[in-house]
């Protein structure tokens, strides 16, 4: 008993000077996250005169209905660290492909609700995000293999031929592909 107690007091006191040896993350202007940490004194800075351009490859869906897909709020999270970094929106040139289960975050609402008995979580988010200049893309390919009407889309998202067409062509225009 006395051991784990002088652990515990161990881990307890560490634990403080540990977090102090980075900075605390910074809110970015999309909200919704847990901020960005700014590294100092890193190898590879953010540069507000480099264009940024990067296809998100989105396929899976969410582990909680009620919240956020992950890969949003990770799209979200390179907006956020760009612009705490002076990097202008405009060269900030972000994609996402949305195919597979993931294809339920662009629902409307209606659709969203009736699927699965909540009001789409993802709706705020992606507001944000497309104002920040994100395109929405989803598989048109799916879409015909689920008969999922253009109707059940929010207004965002743009139906593409096909998933890997985008990813071929817009890595071909100079995008990297960043996968799920």
Known sequence: MRFAI????????ATPAM??????PTPGPITGTSGYVQIP???????PRHVYKALFDVTKGPADKAKPLGRLVGI???????????VPVANMQFAAIFHG???????TDEAYRAKHGVANPNLPLIAQLVKMGLKIYV????MAATDLPR????????????ATLVMIRMVNDGYALIGD
Do not use: H
């Open 6 to 13: 002088g652990t515990t007091m161990i881990l307890v006191a």
């Open 19 to 24: 977090a102090a040896n980075w900075p605390a």
């Open 41 to 47: 004194d890193v190898a590879v800075p953010r540069d």
């Open 76 to 86: 979200a999270g390179q907006y956020n660290g760009l612009a705490l970094g002076k």
């Open 101 to 107: 289960p993931s294809v339920d975050a662009i629902l």
């Open 139 to 142: 598989c048109g390919q799916f």
């Open 151 to 162: 109707s059940a889309l929010i207004k965002d998202a743009q139906v593409a031929e096909g």
